[in-house]
């Protein structure tokens, strides 16, 4: 619900008349203060429940719930391999999937296609439209790690971001589904340790 901004007004005079009455000796606050107290009297029980509304509905979430107060940003990576069209773009559709990280997928010389064991694992999947072609490096800065699928990278090249190399070796052309997941899985939880 939504306290229009005049509302807002009145109740904070009405709560606060006697210190603006106290301590401003302008005449027309002096009159305001008197006709907002006579009014007041005869609103009282309304101005108690607004006010209890108000701050049911701003104060409570705002100032007292943690979930509002401290929210973390997703891992943010990127798979790295030399065409993007096969075991990157699997991991990265499981990863969007299966974790709470933001996973894009990308590669140094990108093919252009997909190829086809990853297009029939992942039609049996709902919504593959981003999947249909391998992708170019682009944007690096977003990213919080790289991550070089079966290829190196060298640090030099890539002075401002960090790099996890654990997969430089993978050597796999093809996996399956699961293999895919508990290897996304695995990245997630390496990660937040690191």
């Known amino acids: 619900m939504r306290i229009p901004f ?9 709560s606060a008349r006697e210190y603006y009455c106290i301590t401003h000796f302008n005449f027309f606050q002096y009159e ?10 005869e609103y009282d029980a309304f101005h ?9 509905t701003f104060e409570i979430p ?14 943010k990576i990127l798979l790295l391999d030399q065409t993007n069209s096969g075991v990157t773009q699997l991991l990265e559709y499981m990863g969007e999937e299966e974790t709470e990280m933001y ?6 010389h990108p093919s252009g296609k997909i190829e086809k064991w990853v297009l029939d694992i992942l039609l049996k999947e709902d919504d593959i439209t ?7 490096i682009e944007e ?39 293999e895919a997941k508990e290897m996304i899985c695995q990245i997630e939880e390496n990660l937040k340790k690191l």
């Open 103 to 108: 996973v894009r997928s990308a590669g140094l």
């Open 6 to 14: 005049t509302a807002c007004i009145l109740l904070c005079l009405c």
């Open 130 to 136: 981003r999947y249909q072609c391998s992708s170019p």
């Open 48 to 56: 108690t429940y607004f006010f209890n509304l108000f701050w049911k």
């Open 32 to 41: 305001l203060c008197k006709k907002i107290r006579r009014y007041s009297k």
């Open 62 to 75: 705002v100032f007292l719930s943690s979930k509002y107060i401290q929210t973390k940003e997703p891992i």
């Open 140 to 178: 690096l800065c977003k990213y919080d790690y790289l991550i070089p699928i079966g290829i190196y990278l060298d640090e030099r090249a890539y002075p401002f971001q960090r790099i996890y190399e654990k997969y430089q070796d993978f050597d796999k052309k093809q996996i399956s589904r699961e």
